[in-house]
């Protein structure tokens, strides 16, 4: 594998370019996503692989998906600081009896130019342990301290899972097994090859709207 950081930045794999959408500062980014491509082509027999977030709060597994800009990342950043264990913001994996992520650092990305930026990401700013950036752009990656990780797997059966998406304020409404069941087939990237069943039960499963995501994280914990 070649990494090459000069005026045309690229990744390539024997010889075949991989990689090559963005400049020089993007590179880590790219890697990141053939990691993830190759890792996903291996383990595609025997795991079931979805777009979604992963975190762990008193011994249940909470699971956010829906579509880029939901705020699967913001989320799982304020339930971080709330001492919440990380499992993924990105990836999450199961056999069909067994939950885990694939966890990196919390990525954002920047607002447009001209966007006001939400309060929760400024204060990334004020973060002891993120990386120094320009005053005027927000913190793209929000590295996870080591304690904060969760390193072992989940029971299927402890799944919380959350729909999610932006609105102009913050509810939470039941969903039955059978719609959860049809949300997890979407966040699949492939069609699973093992039972899902586990996943979903009466309860377990919900459609989150949210205006901050402090609100939200609020109502979980107190529902």
Do not use: N
């Amino acid at each position: 594998m070649e990494v090459i950081s000069d005026a045309s930045p690229r990744i390539l794999v024997d010889g075949e370019v991989v990689w090559s959408d963005g400049v020089a500062e993007d590179l880590v980014a790219g890697f990141e996503h053939l990691l993830y491509r190759v890792a996903i082509s291996r383990h595609k027999r025997r795991f079931a692989v979805f777009h979604a977030a992963a975190l762990v709060s008193d011994g249940a597994t909470f699971v956010f998906s829906g579509p880029s800009g939901a705020g699967k990342s913001s989320l799982a950043l304020t339930a971080v600081r709330r001492g919440w264990k990380y499992f993924s913001d990105e990836f999450v994996v199961t056999d069909g009896h067994r939950v885990w992520g694939w966890p990196r650092a919390i990525r954002f990305d920047p607002p447009a130019s001209g966007a006001q930026c939400p309060d929760y990401l400024l204060s990334l700013d004020d973060d002891d342990d993120a990386p120094e950036t320009p005053s005027d752009t927000v913190t793209p990656y929000y590295p996870v301290a080591e304690e904060g990780l969760q390193r072992v797997a989940c029971d299927a059966r402890e799944v919380r899972f959350l729909r999610i998406e932006r609105a102009t304020r913050t509810t939470l409404a039941p969903l039955s097994p059978t719609t959860g069941l049809k949300h997890w087939t979407e966040a699949s990237f492939y069609e699973p090859t093992m039972s899902l069943g586990a996943l979903v039960g009466r309860g377990r499963t919900w459609r989150a709207s949210w205006r901050h995501p402090e609100e939200l994280i609020d109502l979980i914990e107190t529902t």
